[in-house]
C-alpha cells in the first residue's frame, strides 16, 4: 500500500516547454487534487476531481490542464511553462468519508527557468 | 472570500510546550485540522475538530476552538526536536469536497 505518489520528484523546465505531473493513489478514493505550494501562501488549490472523469477549477487553474481518465491517476499538464509556475507541487486524495482526511504525495519541485 | 491566517515562525525550548495559533474567517466551516509537513515531504494530517467541540486532546496535542472568536490553537506539550517541522491548519465546509484552505503554515524550531 504505498498511499499517494507522485512522479517526477524534481524537474527543470524551459520556458514555453510543456510536461505532465503524474498522481497516482492506490486507496480507492474518489477525491483528488493538486495543489501548489509556495514559500508564506500555504497551499493552493489548482484543480481537483471528485470521481473518475470528472474535474473543476481550484483556485489557482489558469496555465495547468488535468485529467483523470483512471480513478487512480489525476495527470496536471502544463502546456507553456512559466516561471511564474516554478513552485512544489502536491497532489492529494481523500475518501467521501466525513472527516475526508487527505493524504498527500510526497511533492514534485519544478523549477522554470 | 475564505481566508486561513497563522505566523510564519515559533522558536521554543526543547522541553517546553509550543502553542501554534490560526485564525479564519469562514463561519461556516464544519472542520479544523491541524497538518504537520517535514523537510521534504508531503503534508500528514495531526489532528482534526469538529466545529461543535471547544477542545480535543490525543496524547501531546491539544487543540483549541473559540468558534466566537474563530481562533484555533495547537499544544504540543514536551516539545521535541522531533516535532520540528511546519504546521498548517486548514479549514473546510462539509458540503465542498474542494474547499479545504490551508493556512500559509507556522515553522517551527527547537532550541536545546
Known amino acids: 500500500n504505498a498511499g499517494v505518489t507522485q512522479t517526477p520528484k524534481f524537474r527543470v523546465l524551459k520556458t514555453g516547454q510543456s510536461m505532465t505531473l503524474l498522481c497516482a493513489q492506490d486507496?480507492?478514493?474518489?477525491?483528488m487534487y493538486w495543489y501548489r505550494q509556495d514559500p508564506g501562501m500555504g497551499l493552493r488549490l489548482i484543480h481537483y476531481s471528485v470521481g473518475e472523469g470528472t474535474t473543476a477549477k481550484g483556485e489557482v487553474p489558469d496555465g495547468y490542464n488535468v485529467s483523470r481518465l483512471k480513478k487512480q491517476n489525476f495527470l496536471l499538464g502544463l502546456e507553456s511553462a512559466a516561471p511564474s509556475q516554478t513552485s512544489v507541487y502536491f497532489c492529494a486524495s481523500s475518501s467521501m468519508g466525513l472527516a475526508d482526511n487527505m493524504y498527500f504525495g510526497p511533492g514534485t519541485r519544478l523549477t522554470v527557468t | 472570500g475564505e481566508d486561513v491566517e497563522q505566523s510564519l515562525f515559533l522558536s521554543v525550548r526543547e522541553g517546553d510546550s509550543s502553542v501554534i495559533n490560526c485564525t479564519y474567517t469562514d463561519s461556516s466551516s464544519t472542520y479544523l485540522y491541524w497538518y504537520k509537513q517535514e523537510p521534504g515531504a508531503g503534508l500528514q494530517l495531526l489532528t482534526y475538530i469538529f466545529s461543535n467541540m471547544d477542545m480535543k486532546q490525543d496524547q501531546r496535542l491539544t487543540v483549541l476552538l473559540n468558534k466566537k472568536d474563530k481562533h484555533l490553537s495547537l499544544r504540543i506539550a514536551d516539545t521535541q526536536t522531533g516535532d520540528s517541522a511546519i504546521y498548517f491548519c486548514?479549514?473546510?465546509?462539509?458540503?465542498?469536497?474542494?474547499?479545504?484552505?490551508f493556512g500559509s503554515g507556522t515553522r517551527l524550531s527547537i532550541r536545546p
Open positions: 486548514a479549514e473546510k465546509e462539509y458540503s465542498s469536497a474542494s474547499k479545504i484552505i
Open positions: 486507496m480507492n478514493h474518489e477525491y
